[in-house]
């Protein structure tokens, strides 16, 4: 008998065990030894008590992501004769109605701010898309002194709260004279430094050997971004305009303290109208929340199939 042979558990060696006692021993060995690659040896397992616990992780997951909206959603629908305050929780209302929606829309002039939120948004997109990815490129592909001082100093923003510099940064603004307009609202957060950042680890992950035949092919540094750096980070784009375009729209203490002009309020400012001190109906409120979240899930829809190739960009150096 070799020293292989020897070695191997005496359920394996033994054929009157049967193949059972077999499985069970290569079960008990991976329960006790994972592998190097750090699967789990419950989650990864295909057993009725990982696949149980992958459910029930997902089912917690799900209730805690979606519970709120469909609660929202579910007192929007409810008609005056519904009490809401109930201690008895019923999710499906018993006179759906949508007047709710119609209330929002006489209280306040919904479709202004909405316009008005769209258009904060779609700047800070655009200054987003374009500045972080000029600056992700040339903080991940260019060589000059100073890069990684000036790479610290990005990282280091990331540290200090929003709270923190929301008072320079309004001083900054009424200094430039863009008080109580929309380029105000718009100037502080048109390249956020963590968009750079996922810019700049996009950039990494691409082959060095792809620029440099680019580069003895005569392109310059511009024509590299364009046809070779752009077309493989299209994923992280649409990262970053989901990100961008959801802090734009939902941001409240900023246009809240920027704007004084009713005319001019953002959607989530305007909102706040519905919460007056004459008119406090949950159901008219629920509603606004629900048209306040219509376009950011038509983005998602929209976006979802390079949203999700997007994360992954940048994890791994080609």
Request: charged share 15%; with cysteine; hydrophobic share 45%.
């Amino acid at each position: 008998m070799s020293a292989t042979t020897a070695e191997e558990p005496r359920e394996l060696q033994d054929p009157r065990l049967g193949t059972k006692s077999a499985k069970s021993t290569k079960r008990q060995n991976a329960l006790r030894h994972p592998d190097r690659r750090g699967r789990s040896p419950i989650f990864d397992a295909p057993t009725r008590t990982g696949l149980a616990l992958r459910y029930l992780t997902l089912v917690a997951v799900l209730l805690i992501s979606i519970g709120p909206m469909l609660w929202e959603l579910s007192t929007s629908l409810k008609s005056k004769a519904e009490d809401v305050f109930t201690q008895n929780i019923e999710l499906l209302p018993q006179h759906p109605t949508l007047g709710n929606y119609g209330e929002v829309q006489r209280t306040i002039p919904v479709w202004h701010f909405a316009v008005n939120s769209l258009t904060v948004a779609a700047i800070n997109v655009t200054g987003n898309i374009i500045g972080a990815t000029l600056a992700g490129y040339v903080l991940a592909r260019l060589k000059f002194k100073g890069r990684k001082l000036l790479l610290g100093v990005f990282v280091s923003t990331l540290i200090l709260p929003a709270e923190v510099t929301i008072i320079s940064k309004f001083q900054m603004i009424t200094s430039m004279g863009l008080g109580d307009t929309i380029l105000g609202v718009c100037l502080p957060d048109m390249i956020a430094m963590t968009n750079v950042l996922l810019m700049r680890n996009a950039f990494l992950a691409l082959p060095r050997e792809v620029e440099e035949a680019a580069v003895i092919d005569g392109a310059t540094t511009l024509q590299r971004l364009r046809f070779v750096g752009l077309p493989a980070v299209k994923g992280t784009l649409s990262v970053i305009s989901i990100f961008a375009f959801i802090g734009a729209w939902d941001d409240f203490l900023w246009p809240l303290l920027v704007l004084q002009t009713p005319d001019k309020l953002t959607l989530t400012v305007g909102l706040s109208y519905l919460d007056g001190q004459w008119s406090h109906d949950p159901r008219t409120i629920a509603a606004g929340t629900m048209i306040a979240l219509v376009p950011i899930l038509l983005l998602f829809m929209v976006l979802q199939r390079f949203f999700f190739r997007g994360v992954s960009e940048g994890a791994i150096k080609g």
